[in-house]
């Protein structure tokens, strides 16, 4: 037997890691824990990944065509190990939790983590050999990595994402985030406040408090502390650290965004006035088979309600085309909500069927690939014009923008975001990333608010 073979993968005195991040924020945050717990056990980060001992990639499994994208980029990582037989390949979060040991058919790959098992991922690293891959896609009720403090990533140091909780108890019958997440859990105010308070610290501006339902989010007061926190109570708390530091929050869902959220809101100018509210339907019988929990009739309320306590608050989306029996009719009710609330902007996406989940089981996947397409081009082309529409609502207005730095098309002017989340390009005035200005909205495109500089 070849020494070689049962001698651990990874070389102790130089361990880099690179880490490649797809699907949502909560992913974008959960790499960063990643890190942080990797970097405590000596490993760095590298971002070339001809560098790197160990290649990471933390998966999305929301739709199909996130889960192609990712392998093919497993083909590539597996190039590097035909160039460099020590190099360890893990495949960590929602499609890891996913497909299990599917991914070790073959030897793909040699470590597979879901997402509650980051704390384990050192020791799987330790135990890696040619011939033994590792596994942990145990889901937790209790983990929220609360301890943990994210090593930050993103280059700005501006602004950063914080997960309030984690899991999803809702089971829309689409979607596969209950089964990747495991239940929801919400982690102790506590952290979140001392995770807030460090950043503004270090010079962050924006904190963005992240769940896959913000709104139910509940921390139970155990014996012996004070009340429990519900969301609402969560952004007040974080709002008051500083004046200074801007408080969003993402994602909303419709069923559950509270009177006492909105009031909270209007309440602290910090809290931006940007709401993410994904309708996905707008026909009451689709929202019924998506077990969504609330109709088109409270969808509006909700809307115009936001609207009569915060006039100017930006309001955006996410559809699907396309879901299982959807009748023409169906889709032409989705379209019109799109005209009646004028969102800000929407992701949009063509219903794409996730294994194991309800509406796999019980609903056949029946609108014809062509004609989601088609449907999820109109839906596409509306909400261009209603982005133009919402945006030319805003000209000859003042906001107040936090600068993120050189405008992408033009280097020579800034770039930064108005509390409703639209993205402002304006004038130099020597500002700095970091800095707040007050900019006049002059013109528009569906995109960006083009604005003089005011200072
Ligand atoms: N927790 C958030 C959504 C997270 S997933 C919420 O409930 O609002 C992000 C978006 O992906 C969803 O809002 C939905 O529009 C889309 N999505 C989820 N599952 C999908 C599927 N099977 N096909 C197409 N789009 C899907
Ligand atoms: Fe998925 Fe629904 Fe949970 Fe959002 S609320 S993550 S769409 S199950
Ligand atoms: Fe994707 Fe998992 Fe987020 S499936 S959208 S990475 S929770």
Redesign the pocket.
């Known amino acids: 037997m070849d020494i070689n073979n049962i001698k651990p993968l990874i070389d102790p005195s130089r361990p880099k890691v690179y880490i490649e991040t797809y699907g949502?924020q909560m992913n974008v945050n959960d790499s960063e824990v990643i890190l942080s717990i990797l970097q405590k056990e000596g490993y760095v980060l590298t971002e070339d990944m001809d560098q790197a001992n160990i290649i990471l990639a933390n998966t999305c499994s929301?739709?199909e065509n996130a889960e192609q994208r990712i392998w093919g980029r497993i083909d590539q990582f597996r190039l590097q190990k035909k160039k460099r037989q020590d190099v360890i390949i893990g495949i960590v979060g929602c499609m890891a939790e996913r497909l299990k040991d599917k991914l070790l058919d073959g030897h793909q790959v040699d470590i597979v983590a879901g997402p509650d098992s980051y704390r384990s991922l050192p020791q799987l690293i330790r135990d890696v050999t040619p011939d033994s891959p590792q596994i942990n896609v145990l889901l937790s009720h209790e983990e929220t990595y609360a301890d943990i403090s994210p090593v930050r990533m993103d280059k700005n140091g501006i602004s950063a994402f914080i997960s309030i909780m984690r899991g999803?108890n809702?089971v829309?019958s689409?979607?596969?985030?209950p089964y990747t997440r495991g239940a929801e859990r919400s982690r102790d105010p506590k952290t979140i406040l001392r995770e807030a308070q460090e950043l503004y610290s270090n010079g962050y501006k924006e904190i963005t408090l992240l769940g896959?339902?913000v709104d139910s989010y509940l921390w139970k007061a155990e014996e012996g502390e004070e009340a429990s926190v519900n969301f609402a109570q969560l952004l007040e708390m974080v709002a008051k650290i500083s004046p200074e530091l801007r408080v969003r929050f993402s994602?909303?869902?419709p069923k559950d965004i509270s009177d006492e959220v909105i009031y909270t809101m209007a309440a602290y100018p910090n809290i931006c006035k940007h709401i993410?509210l994904?309708v996905?339907s707008g026909s009451s019988s689709m929202l019924e088979k998506m077990r969504r929990k609330y109709d088109r009739e409270w969808y509006l309320e909700r809307v115009a309600k936001i609207r009569s306590v915060i006039p100017d608050c930006g309001i955006t989306t996410?559809?699907?085309a396309g879901f299982c029996g959807e009748t023409l009719e169906d889709h032409a009710d989705t379209l019109s909500l799109m005209e009646e609330v004028v969102f800000d902007s929407a992701?949009m996406?063509?219903?794409?069927?996730?294994p194991g989940?309800l509406?796999s089981r019980k609903y056949p996947d029946d609108i014809p690939y062509e004609e989601k397409t088609r449907r999820l081009n109109e839906i596409i082309a509306l909400q261009g014009r209603m982005s133009l529409k919402s945006n030319e609502r805003d000209l000859g207005k003042e906001f107040e923008v936090l600068v993120e730095g050189p405008s992408k098309k033009n280097p020579d002017e800034l770039c930064g975001r108005a509390s409703n989340n639209k993205m402002c390009v304006f004038p130099s005035h020597g500002e700095k990333p970091g800095d707040y200005t007050h900019v006049k909205v002059e013109s528009v495109t569906s995109a960006t608010l083009i604005c003089s500089n005011l200072g």
Request: proline share 3%.
């Open positions: 949502c929301i739709r999803c809702n829309c689409y979607c596969v985030v896959q339902n994602t909303s869902h993410h994904p996905q996410d559809v699907i992701f996406f063509a219903y794409s069927e996730r989940t509406a």
